[in-house]
């Protein structure tokens, strides 16, 4: 069974990710709690259940909140051409002092389309065709959406951190790859 600091841990954690889907305060509240359902029942099997898919529904519940701005934005990228956007050159590394908010506010500059296709590939670790189903996209436009938000939250951290693009025809071509690994199908 669940002690009271860990629902409250598991609860600010929902409502996070929910922010983040959403770029909203209060509709990831009002979508938490729908996917959260209270339970008096002391079975742990069923206590331990509820929680794995607590974050399954919450990741739901926030999308389809927001499905036309989803919409919208994956519109906008697929127009995207990522190839002449300056990134900070190698050995560049995140900064240990960076904290949450901090990346809160990196990942809230970046559309809301790439912004969701990151936060559910590389942070949650979804298969891109899972993905892919969630956004109500094809495969290809999510895993540009990965490369195009990975790209934008990049810059954002290294420009929290003083860097400046130099623009100085330093051009990468877009690759389906973060960090060195493919992007998992």
Request: net charge negative; glycine share 4%; charged share 25%.
């Amino acid at each position: 069974m669940e002690t009271l600091e860990q629902t409250r841990r598991n609860l600010a954690d929902l409502h996070w990710l929910a922010t983040l889907l959403t770029g909203c305060r209060e509709i990831a509240t009002n979508v938490t709690f729908q996917a959260v359902a209270p339970t008096q029942d002391e079975n742990a099997f069923f206590s331990d259940w509820l929680h794995t898919w607590s974050r399954r529904l919450v990741i739901a519940k926030a999308l389809i909140a927001v499905r036309e701005d989803l919409a919208r934005s994956a519109r906008r990228t697929a127009l995207k051409h990522t190839e002449n956007s300056a990134v900070p050159r190698q050995p560049w590394t995140l900064d240990e002092q960076t904290t949450r908010p901090d990346l809160e506010r990196a990942l809230s500059m970046i559309d809301v389309f790439p912004r969701a296709a990151v936060l559910l590939v590389l942070f949650e670790g979804m298969p891109l065709n899972d993905a892919a189903t969630l956004l109500d996209a094809e495969r290809d436009l999510v895993r540009k959406a990965v490369a195009v938000g990975a790209r934008e939250l990049t810059i954002n951290l290294a420009t929290m951190q003083g860097w400046k693009s130099d623009l100085t025809g330093n051009t990468q071509r877009e690759k389906h790859y973060v960090n060195g690994t493919e992007i998992a199908s």
